[in-house]
């Protein structure tokens, strides 16, 4: 994710403990949208190595605190077992002082797929205007609870998906 040596356990830092930068913090600083998409718990060591800074990988505090600073334009992943934004942080994002910056958008038992991904919360978003977009699936946010996504879909293919409802949507 950066291109630099790291020690063990280490996350985007250098092995005198610096932040590098990633290349999602590259493309922001150019202009472009950056961010990571994954089917493991947000901050879990790979996808955090895009978006996080910190010396020890388990250090949840350090990752939370980080994925803040570094603020990417784009986040999906699992928000489940401990390695996601604090709840908190979730919270203001919803309706606080990080609403006007951050669209979250949950999966819950009362969203559609259709209304998640195509609904306006979402196709309305634009980095250009210094949008920024956080996915949160699976883990605490469905019903399962499981705190991984499934790599080729609900049922194990590539193509139909569960709504909420628990309904089969064919593609």
């Known amino acids: 994710a950066t291109g630099h040596k790291a020690a063990n356990n ?4 250098n092995l005198y403990e610096e932040d590098v930068s990633t290349l999602v913090e590259d493309a922001m600083m150019c202009g472009m ?16 190595a895009f978006v996080t800074h910190t010396n ?15 603020m ?14 604090y709840p908190e942080t979730l919270q203001s994002m919803r309706d606080g002082a990080l609403s006007s910056q951050w669209t979250l958008l949950e999966q819950n038992e009362n969203i559609t797929a ?36 499934p790599f080729r879909g609900v049922d194990s293919s590539y193509s139909n998906r569960w709504c909420s409802e628990g309904e089969v949507l064919i593609d």
């Open 72 to 85: 990417p334009t784009f986040a999906s992943g699992v928000c489940g077992g401990n390695y996601y934004p």
């Open 10 to 13: 280490m996350v985007s830092v």
């Open 56 to 70: 020890n990988r388990s250090n949840r505090d350090s990752l939370r605190r980080s994925f803040e600073r570094v």
């Open 114 to 149: 259709e209304e998640f991904y195509a609904g306006e919360r979402f196709t309305s978003r634009d980095p250009d205007n210094g949008d920024h977009v956080l996915v949160c699936l699976g883990g605490d946010f469905s019903a399962s609870g499981e705190d991984n996504l």
């Open 33 to 48: 949208a950056g961010g990571v998409v994954t089917s493991v718990p947000l901050l879990h060591a790979t996808p955090a």
